[in-house]
């Protein structure tokens, strides 16, 4: 197959985001953003007529947006007709600088139209990494992205990125995909069966352990 730079058809990076407000921010510790979801990005104009990258979470709301660098950047390649998609890595609340700020990161992805089949399963392997906690490297080298065209359900994560700290005192809120999140996905996607035996499986563990309390006399 015909090797390809990387440029030429696809871009991935990790890029910080900031919130607009601490309400916004707390809206990231909720159940409609957990790490591994994918969601889209709106470009809003600022005060200085500047487009601002917005992430979109698969709710339609707006969570958070990137700086002028990346919000540029991914202006360009949006400008090029192609595919802008995030995927959500961590969120963090610093208490510096004062009053504190809600931020993470996510992996920018993007990618050119004609790909566009190879890439999105591609996208969902990644989500599905980036889900149970690795914390994918985005970037592909020219090989890597020969393989994902041939073969893009094969793709296995190769390395990993360290989650960056924050200035400050810093609280890591999600880095990985929770049983709770995992719940909530299988009802969505109406599984009712997987959702009962979530609960139920939950509801054991928690017997469990209030008989185990009772058997020891701590109650």
Request: hydrophobic residues 40%.
């Amino acid at each position: 197959m015909t090797s390809h730079k990387p440029g030429d058809i696809y871009f991935g990076e990790y890029v910080r985001f900031s919130t607009s407000d601490k309400k916004v921010g707390a809206a990231l510790a909720g159940p409609d953003n957990a790490v591994g979801d994918i969601g889209t990005i709106e470009f809003v104009l600022d005060d200085s007529k500047r487009q601002v990258a917005w992430l979109k979470n698969p709710y339609g709301q707006l969570v958070g947006f990137l700086n002028n660098h990346d919000s540029y950047n991914a202006a360009v390649m949006a400008a090029k007709g192609w595919e802008l998609h995030y995927v959500l890595s961590f969120t963090a609340y610093s208490e510096e600088p004062e009053p504190g700020e809600y931020w993470g990161q996510v992996a920018l992805i993007a990618f050119a139209p004609r790909y566009a089949e190879e890439f999105n399963v591609f996208l969902k392997a990644f989500a599905k990494a980036a889900g149970d906690g690795s914390r994918p490297d985005p970037k592909l080298s020219n090989d890597s992205i020969v393989s994902v065209l041939a073969n893009p359900a094969e793709w296995k994560p190769s390395s990993k990125i360290k989650i960056p700290r924050g200035g400050g005192r810093t609280a890591i809120l999600k880095d990985h995909r929770s049983v709770h999140d995992s719940m909530l996905d299988a009802a969505r996607s109406k599984k009712v069966g997987c959702y009962i035996v979530s609960w139920a499986f939950i509801l054991a563990v928690v017997t469990l352990v209030v008989w185990a309390l009772h058997k020891f006399g701590l109650f």
